[in-house]
């Protein structure tokens, strides 16, 4: 009776575990708590959310390890923490830490502007964003146990998560219904690995499930992603950037779990005081578009 | 005719259960309200996030339904779902179900790093069952009325007591019918 760690399925399985959740960043040990109190799955411990970083520009790097520990000593549910991409030392640092789940993140400034981590050298499961299923699979292809839409983070606005969940989505539906002999075109086409397509081709789904992240802003967003396929949600600046963060978390956690009964989210979206002001796509300059790193 | 089974579906591991429960010949129903439970005869509290699952079962009604539910219908556990059941929980006031006589430990075998996947023979349903353990909970101790079907290193992992099955680890995650299979059995046989 031999235990094996950092398994694909133990990785993959981890991520399972939070489907149909919602995981929220903190910045500290107190909003862990509030966190986990709503009903949050898992917290994403970080230095700054994704609005923050925004505003204050320069480099964003992992958090200190010592807001990471606060807040893994505040809850017991999963914490994740985020390294930069392409950033093997970070990753490692954070495992030496005993993190969850690390998340190869576009929200900080990448390490490597040409290759991402190999994520299967590593017993703690990764999670990295997506735009469409090249990326999907290129990051599957490298270990990834779990992937989210990338959105545009700390923007409060949901149009390009639910871009990217749909592309994703929609490229599934294509190499599922395709014939076989089309399918290494399609790998081309999206600069996606065979190997991959073959098993979504083969098991009619993504091998790994797909959160929905950068953007989600009101417990209707939430509902919404979980509406157009997500396995679950990733809120960041929206919850405590808003007026009342105990009460918004508990909102958006009952919204996704109940995202078909739309007289419980009348009620869920009550009251809740002014929601992050949010950006319009249009006003970001190219430079500050995250979700254009790490493709 | 098949027996009916509610997975309890507010978050976590809920679509392979239903799989895995359909796969065994049992009819399938998602449970998060109440009125789900209608014409049920076996739950099962599948894995996730038991903090969470409390939380929403407080909020909507459902945590006394599901009492009352247990007071004569089978239930099954896993990992969240266990921690549920049990009525003692290391460092926690008071239950939450409060079903089955034991004392269970949380985030017993570390962090998600030490999660892992053992081979297992469990009493009566397997001579080799693939576990999957993930930031899985232990049994630290079981009365004697419950029946110990399967341990790992000295730690209680698996047992029934009377109409109640639980295990720490996630039978959901794997292919092998076995712990699926015997739990509608335990159902076919409630009735």
């Known amino acids: ?295 | 005719m098949s027996v009916k089974i509610g997975v309890l579906a507010l978050q976590g591991a809920v679509s392979e259960h239903v799989r895995a429960l359909e796969l065994s010949g049992a009819n399938v129903v998602t449970v998060k309200d109440v009125r789900d439970l209608d014409g049920v005869d076996g739950l099962v509290l599948p894995g996730g996030e038991s903090t969470m699952m409390r939380r929403l079962m407080d909020r909507y009604g459902l945590f006394e339904a599901i009492k009352l539910f247990a007071d004569q219908k089978p239930v099954f556990g896993t990992c969240a779902g266990l921690i549920l059941m049990a009525k003692q929980i290391e460092g926690r006031q008071g239950p939450h179900l409060g079903l089955l006589d034991i004392d269970v430990k949380r985030n017993a075998f570390g962090k998600q790093v030490d999660s892992f996947e053992a081979d297992l023979e469990i009493k009566g349903i397997s001579e080799s069952y693939n576990g999957v353990f993930i930031r899985a909970p232990y049994i630290k101790s079981a009365e004697e009325n419950v029946d110990v079907l399967a341990t790992f290193e000295g730690h209680i992992v698996a047992c029934r007591e009377g109409r109640f099955l639980a295990c720490a680890f996630h039978p959901e995650l794997t292919d092998d019918p076995a712990m699926h299979s015997y739990f509608v059995h335990m159902v076919e046989e409630s009735i």
Do not use: W
């Open chain 1, 1 to 295: 009776m031999v235990a094996q760690r950092g398994t694909e399925r133990v990785k993959r399985g981890m991520a399972e575990m939070q489907k149909g959740g919602v995981i929220m960043d903190v910045v500290n040990a107190e909003q862990a708590k509030i966190a986990e109190e709503a009903g949050a799955t898992a917290v994403m411990a970080l230095e700054r959310v994704p609005s923050d970083i925004r505003k204050a520009g320069g480099v964003a790097r992992m958090a200190d390890p010592t807001i990471v520990e606060q807040v893994q000593n505040a809850v017991s549910i999963p914490v994740m923490a985020k390294a930069r991409i392409g950033h093997i030392v970070e990753a490692r640092v954070l495992e030496a830490m005993k993190v969850d789940y690390i998340d190869e993140s576009e929200v900080l400034t990448p390490a490597d502007d040409v290759f991402h981590i190999d994520k299967k050298a590593f017993t703690v499961p990764f999670v990295c964003g997506c735009r469409d299923l090249g990326e999907a699979a290129r990051r599957i292809g490298e270990g990834a146990a779990m992937l989210r839409t990338k959105g545009e983070p700390g923007t409060g606005n949901i149009v390009e998560a639910v871009r990217h969940m749909r592309l994703v989505n929609s490229q599934v539906r294509k190499v599922v219904a395709m014939a076989p002999d089309e399918l290494m075109v399609f790998a081309k086409e999206l600069g996606a690995p065979y190997e991959i397509l073959l098993q979504i081709r083969e098991a009619g789904r993504l091998p790994v499930v797909n959160f929905a992240a950068g953007g989600v802003a009101t417990p209707a967003d939430a509902a919404l992603m979980m509406e157009l396929g997500a396995d679950g949600v990733f809120v960041g600046s929206g919850i405590f950037k808003s007026e009342n963060p105990a009460k918004f978390a508990r909102s958006i956690v009952e919204a996704t779990t109940y995202y078909q009964d739309y007289e419980r989210i009348v009620e869920l979206s009550k009251g809740l005081g002014t929601p992050m002001k949010g950006i319009d796509m249009s006003t970001l300059e190219p430079a500050e578009r995250m979700q254009d790193r790490g493709i």
